[in-house]
């Protein structure tokens, strides 16, 4: 890596992880009114190295990993204590903030003339749920009450260009998805992938208004008025002025492209595109509206364009999987919520340093799931470098393979030809997205 890329990710880091920063988090939170021996910093890096590095049942892990950082003897009450507190999820979704906010950078950029370019950015809206203990029913409320009275859902907006998280919202899992969408106001220049759930009509044209545009699959009961189907033979034709369930057993099994419109009371008529692809598998139609300009995406590259909604799919599982978020066995509804929010550092923070290296090193891809899997050979070293307030920092890094394509693999399973294939939105779409050298300054 190149001194000066160490140099800005290392000052990046220093604002994030520092002491003085942590504590001053800790103190406008209020979860920290007095430095103790848990103090802020010595909590945020036993929780991200806990939950980044190795596998986490009981609070006593965490405790473990924080004497084994400390060289202390902080007994379990006391440190249960400084969890449970009712601030204590402020505090980490602070930090987690902060992370997005420092750390985060443009990693990847539409290549001009190949579509992408014209839009400001690629956007994700999704969400992913789990049960939590029996007893926050009342406060996590889940959909499913027999078998999983209380969930939470973790709803996520993302930046394909980024390849990072920009938001996130920690809620019960009862509570309905299209809450959760983005404002319109925030989509100006924007496209916006989002699965069946978020079928809006009159977001969309919320959308449409304020100048942003959006891909979204649409349930397989959508009944417009068909327009106009675009056929080179003009064989389809007949079909125009009727609704679409009532025609649509007579369409040839393809692609096929329509312009359609809903009219609602007392409102404007809502003309989008619609793309219906046939799936051979399912034997039916997999449908998706949008409302991006013909002069802009072909119907093929508008079906190649929402497979980047996998990436947040990808994302949720390197959560699960590499970041510990899962039932966490405790009635605490803070407790339980800070540790979500700890979960999303950790696993945040391997996304940028997978970000430093990909920049530093752009002829060689690295794959956010081999860094996030990697999480026992690269925090522990680091975050006890931030406990020593990151003395020799870029000397350590320019020297080691901390954040490079060479770091250690030792007993980590290869990934498998699917999960190389869809690892990054690059890969997805590698003629229309590349990755962007750092640029010094």
């Known amino acids: 890596m190149k001194p000066t890329h160490v140099n800005r990710y290392a000052d990046a880091l220093r604002r994030t992880l520092g002491s003085q920063n942590l504590t001053t988090r800790g103190r406008e939170s209020r979860h920290c009114r007095r430095l103790r021996t848990v103090t802020p910093q010595r909590l945020v890096c036993a929780l991200v190295e806990a939950l980044g590095a190795g596998r986490v049942e009981t609070i006593a892990d965490i405790l473990r990993t924080f004497n ?79 078998i999983r009275p209380a969930a939470v859902e973790i709803h996520a907006f993302l930046s394909v260009f980024h390849d990072q998280v920009i938001d996130v919202e920690v809620a019960p899992d009862k509570d309905s998805e299209r809450r959760f969408l983005p404002s319109a106001e925030a989509l100006v220049g924007k496209l916006l992938l989002a699965d069946r759930g978020y079928q809006s009509l009159d977001y969309w044209e919320a959308v449409q208004r304020a100048g942003g545009f959006f891909l979204v699959r649409g349930k397989k009961d959508l009944n ?52 219906l692809v046939w799936s051979r598998q399912r034997k039916q139609y997999l449908t998706l509206i949008t409302n991006v300009p013909r002069s802009v995406l072909t119907a093929r590259q508008v079906t190649d364009v929402y497979r980047l909604r996998w990436q947040v799919e990808l994302l949720f599982k390197e959560w699960k999987s590499y970041a510990n978020l899962h039932k966490f066995s405790s009635a605490c509804a803070p407790l339980v919520e800070g540790l979500i929010w700890a979960s999303l550092c950790a696993a945040a923070l391997k996304r940028t340093l997978a970000h430093a290296g990909q920049r530093s090193n752009a002829s060689i891809p690295i794959s956010n799931r ?34 490079s394509p060479t770091t250690p693999r030792a007993n980590i399973p290869s990934a498998t030809e699917s999960e190389v294939e869809c690892d990054s939105a690059w890969s997805t779409l590698g003629s229309n997205l590349e990755y962007q050298a750092m640029n010094p300054g």
């Open 68 to 146: 084994a950082q400390t060289g202390l003897a902080v007994r379990y009450k006391a440190f249960y204590n400084r969890l449970a507190q009712p601030e204590f999820p402020r505090f980490m979704r602070q930090v987690y903030q902060d992370i997005l906010r420092h750390l985060s950078v443009n990693v990847l950029r539409p290549v001009a003339g190949g579509g992408l370019d014209f839009f400001k950015d690629i956007v994700v809206q999704d969400g992913s749920s789990f049960a939590v203990h029996d007893a926050l029913a009342q406060t996590y409320g889940g959909r499913f009450t027999t």
């Open 224 to 275: 417009p008025r068909i327009v106009r189907i675009f056929r080179p033979d003009g064989r389809l034709q007949r079909f125009a002025g009727r609704r679409l369930q009532d025609v649509i057993h007579g369409f040839p099994r393809r692609r096929l492209e329509l312009d359609v419109e809903w009219h609602r009371p007392k409102k404007e008529a809502l003309k989008l595109r619609m793309i």
């Open 370 to 403: 081999i860094v996030a899997m990697c999480g026992p050979h690269i925090l522990p070293a680091l975050l006890r470098a931030a406990l020593c307030s990151f003395r020799g920092l870029e000397r350590s890094w320019n020297t080691s393979s901390i954040i």
